[in-house]
């Protein structure tokens, strides 16, 4: 006997539940109502169990019903979603795009390719966060995020990673006039020195000195949340930082700026772009994603 095809008759009766009338349904799905109600009593005779309390008028689940509604649904979703991901490359963006960046690299580096993929898409809408705090995607409703240094292990995020981008030590030139040049690790602790913060961007700094990377704390001079206005801090001459270089890099061609320990300030920090763990890729998030990667491969995102 031929194995009896388990997704029988669920179309129909999802449409029958989410419409809470078998005629309505039957309207939704271009059939009669009869054909509605023998399909679910095909499907419940099936699985042995009553899915609807039938009514002249409207039809209301039972409580197995609503179960079997849920996991119905559910997968009916993850087909949709899957069909949508494999659609072919023209398929068009739509809806809203959530994604959260760091500030400073997101204004200078990001926007401009996220801007130009919203001018060749302009059915999708984007919501964009800049924060250099770590937000938690689940809670927050995000839909991609991008990310600098190593992720925490969750089973519930998926990490691409982008590029590996070069840490710099630097300070204002008329500070380090007036305060010497440090040269190792040690001399450090003679400096003023502007970190981040516990949510925001690092408070310890990474360094490879004696062949062996470490992670060290500086004299916390200077506090603050958000990687822009620590590059501004420093620029004004209030201490030494460690940042990404595409921070500080038109700062430093214009001379506001002054990298020092670059031998030992050559720990690259990773980027990677993070989204929730989900069983597809919507179309506008994978193709996000698929350009920040082709970005990365040519330079795009130094």
């Avoid at 095809?5 to 029958?16: C, E, N, R, S």
């Avoid at 169990?49 to 993850?78: I, N, P, Q, V, W």
């Avoid at 038109?250 to 031998?263: D, G, I, K, P, Q």
């Avoid at 990677?272 to 920040?292: E, G, M, Q």
Wanted: proline content about 5%.
């Amino acid at each position: 006997m031929a194995e009896q095809d388990p997704l029988q008759g669920v179309y129909v009766f999802v449409a029958a539940a989410r419409a809470g009338s078998f005629t309505l349904a039957a309207d939704r799905l271009g059939i009669t109502k009869s054909a509605v109600g023998k399909s679910v009593a095909r499907l419940e005779a099936r699985l042995g169990t009553k899915l609807f309390h039938r009514t002249t008028r409207l039809s209301r689940l039972t409580s197995d019903g609503e179960a079997y509604l849920a996991a119905c649904a559910s997968a009916m979703d993850e087909v949709t979603a899957a069909q949508s991901a494999l659609s072919s490359s023209d398929h068009i963006l739509s809806g809203r795009l959530r994604i959260d960046m760091p500030v400073a690299f997101g204004r200078t580096v990001l926007l401009p390719i996220l801007t130009d993929i919203a001018r060749s898409n302009p059915d999708l809408n984007l919501a964009l966060t800049f924060t250099d705090a770590t937000s938690d995607l689940l809670q927050d409703d995000v839909d991609l995020a991008v990310r600098f240094g190593s992720l925490a292990d969750s089973s519930n995020l998926i990490a691409r990673h982008l590029i590996d981008q070069e840490r710099v030590i630097c300070a204002a030139p008329s500070y380090l006039d007036q305060h010497g040049r440090p040269h190792t690790s040690a001399d450090l602790q003679a400096h003023r020195c502007v970190v981040g913060s516990p949510k925001g961007p690092p408070l310890a700094w990474i360094v490879r000195e004696d062949g062996r990377i470490r992670k060290i704390t500086p004299a916390v001079t200077h506090q603050i949340s958000d990687g822009e206005a620590m590059v501004e801090a420093t620029v004004a001459g209030l201490g030494l930082c460690q940042v990404p270089i595409s921070m500080v890099r038109e700062r430093l061609s214009r001379n506001e700026l002054e990298a020092v320990m670059t031998n030992l300030s050559t720990v690259p920090v990773e980027v990677h772009a993070v989204w929730p763990r989900r069983a597809h890729l919507t179309p506008r998030v994978r193709h996000v994603v698929d350009r920040l990667v082709s970005e990365a491969a040519r330079g795009g995102l130094s």
